[in-house]
């Protein structure tokens, strides 16, 4: 249960774990909201998402263009919604909330230009769009769902690299994003370790249970035995 890097972490966890195991151990850790909203899904079910956060801050805007004395990003065109993308790294997840949900978030071009930079899915709290883009480029993206219209006009990105929260949940930056059909759960740096080796004991004996149960064995008697259900 060891790895070297990130690259060796993030595949051990795609290949073994899954967002109920790790959101368990969280519980267990006294961790007990770490789940985005059940509203963000993948656009499709097998989509899974495990990488670093790059939390990005939208918020609500009236007008492409909005100039503004006091603040210089209301007059450029999606604020800092480009180099928020731009400075996306390695292995890293784009992860935005603080608009309404009124409008998309995240679309092909986007999700064309994050791969490009290693980034491996986003996140956002509100809508996607470009579906058919999205998909043929198989980047995993989790959001409310479908939903054309456009934030040019209605939102800007004010900030990135920021703690960010969703749903309760707070994310700072470099914190583990993970998410399958059953939901994104946030794994807060500092608990990692813990939280993945004892994921991974988890769900290595919840295969151990589940072949007790399917020989015979009660629930009962499975759970005393190995106190895993």
Same mark, same amino acid.
């Given at each position: 249960?060891?790895?070297?890097?990130?690259?060796?972490?993030?595949?051990?966890?795609? @290949?073994?774990?899954?967002?109920?195991?790790?959101?368990?151990?969280?519980?267990?850790?006294?961790?007990?909201?770490?789940?985005?909203?059940?509203?963000?899904?993948?656009?499709?079910?097998?989509?899974?998402?495990?990488?670093?956060?790059?939390?990005?801050?939208?918020?609500?805007?009236?007008?492409?263009?909005?100039?503004?004395?006091?603040?210089?990003?209301?007059?450029?065109?999606?604020?800092?919604?480009?180099?928020?993308?731009?400075?996306?790294?390695?292995?890293?997840?784009?992860?935005?909330?603080? @608009?309404?949900?009124?409008?998309?978030?995240?679309?092909?071009?986007?999700?064309?230009?994050?791969?490009?930079?290693?980034?491996?899915?986003?996140?956002?709290?509100?809508?996607?769009?470009?579906?058919?883009?999205?998909?043929?480029?198989?980047?995993?993206?989790?959001?409310?769902?479908?939903?054309?219209?456009?934030?040019?006009?209605?939102?800007?990105?004010?900030?990135?690299?920021?703690?960010?929260?969703?749903?309760?949940?707070?994310?700072?930056?470099?914190?583990?994003?993970?998410?399958?059909?059953?939901?994104?759960?946030?794994?807060?740096?500092?608990?990692?370790?813990?939280?993945?080796?004892?994921?991974?004991?988890?769900?290595?004996?919840?295969?151990?249970?589940?072949?007790?149960?399917?020989?015979?064995?009660?629930?009962?008697?499975?759970?005393?035995?190995?106190?895993?259900?």
């Amino acid at each position: 249960m060891t790895w070297k890097d990130d690259d060796e972490l993030f595949k051990l966890i795609r @290949s073994e774990l899954f967002s109920a195991v790790v959101g368990d151990i969280m519980d267990k850790l006294g961790y007990f909201h770490q789940f985005l909203s059940p509203k963000i899904v993948p656009l499709r079910d097998d989509m899974v998402v495990v990488g670093r956060a790059m939390p990005v801050l939208e918020a609500d805007s009236f007008g492409e263009i909005s100039p503004s004395e006091k603040n210089p990003v209301m007059s450029k065109p999606f604020g800092l919604m480009l180099e928020a993308l731009d400075d996306l790294k390695k292995n890293e997840v784009y992860i935005c909330t603080g @608009s309404s949900p009124e409008y998309a978030l995240w679309g092909e071009l986007m999700s064309a230009r994050a791969l490009q930079c290693g980034a491996v899915g986003a996140v956002v709290d509100g809508y996607s769009r470009d579906t058919s883009g999205i998909l043929n480029l198989d980047f995993p993206m989790f959001s409310y769902g479908r939903y054309a219209q456009d934030q040019g006009p209605r939102g800007k990105v004010i900030d990135y690299r920021v703690p960010i929260e969703i749903n309760g949940v707070y994310i700072n930056p470099g914190d583990i994003i993970f998410g399958d059909m059953d939901g994104v759960c946030v794994i807060p740096r500092k608990i990692e370790k813990e939280v993945v080796k004892a994921a991974l004991e988890k769900a290595r004996g919840e295969k151990v249970v589940l072949k007790a149960i399917q020989n015979g064995m009660s629930a009962t008697d499975a759970f005393a035995k190995y106190g895993i259900m």
